[in-house]
């Protein structure tokens, strides 16, 4: 069931800026800090749990976000569907496109659930297709309206992220390729913020592999395997890339389990390559517990709970 848009203010007034947070039962409130030095060009890394802000730089400069489009593209698919992946879906030919692809074919039948997985394994822009055409048209059909499905879905993108804070965020596709798709760093933490506690996405984030039995006029197994190279890190429970290497843009957004059991967001925006970018994430990582103790100790009783894992069937 899908959340309601005022749940969603809800949450973003909580996340929408630092605020005062209890740690330990003692009241403390900390303002954002500068991050480690980094050569990215925004940085915004916030406490999921809290509302927190931790680290900031160029926070609210508007930047091109490319494949960081799929988080929203995934959190609407379980928002509205949660209860009916394993719905499956004919692919058509207009679903096969360009750039990074999960390997979909033409008269393939995928479950919802698979081109989640496609999707956020491999970053595949034919899945974020197969998946906004699918939802579009259940969203239309609700309303007994007739209509683009994608156009629908593109709508449904932009009110879902309005809903969670992410006032700069624009899109123009599911998948992000085109120059449209655009937010800030303050924006893709917010929605990180929804997207990496929710427990419905979590396995589909952790998990580096999975094979999928596809069904269809040729059923074949599709082994996918995730270039994400920070996945299976330490406490690291999930994380996503956008990149134009032409154009040299380098993007990363990486949820990750504090010592204190806590979900801390970290975005980098327009880092100068994709080995700095990961390299920069780490650093932030790694600073954090130091300059902000209460997050490096457990609450007294707590357990901190490991990353969420994949397990592929």
Known sequence: MSRSTTSYGLVAGCLGAAFMTLFGGSAVSQEPVAPPEVTATSVF????????????????KVFRILSLTKLVTAFILVDQMGDRLSETVEIERQHLTGGSSAGLKQNDVWTLQD????MVLVSGNDASLAIADHVGRDLLARKDRRGDARKRFVEEMRATAKALGAENAQ???PYGLSPANVATARDMGLIAAEVFTDARLLPAW???ERTLQIGGKTPRTVA????LEILGE???LGAKTGSHVTNGIFNLVTAWRAPNGQTIVGVVLGSTSNPARYNEMRAIMAALPLEFPALAEPATGATPQNPTRCVDN
């Open 45 to 60: 890394v916030m406490n999921a749990d809290t509302g927190q802000v931790l680290y900031a730089k160029n926070p609210d």
């Open 115 to 118: 081109l989640l997985y496609g």
């Open 171 to 173: 899109f123009a596709d």
């Open 206 to 208: 952790a998990c580096t």
């Open 224 to 227: 996918l395997k995730t270039s």
């Open 234 to 236: 330490g406490s690291v």
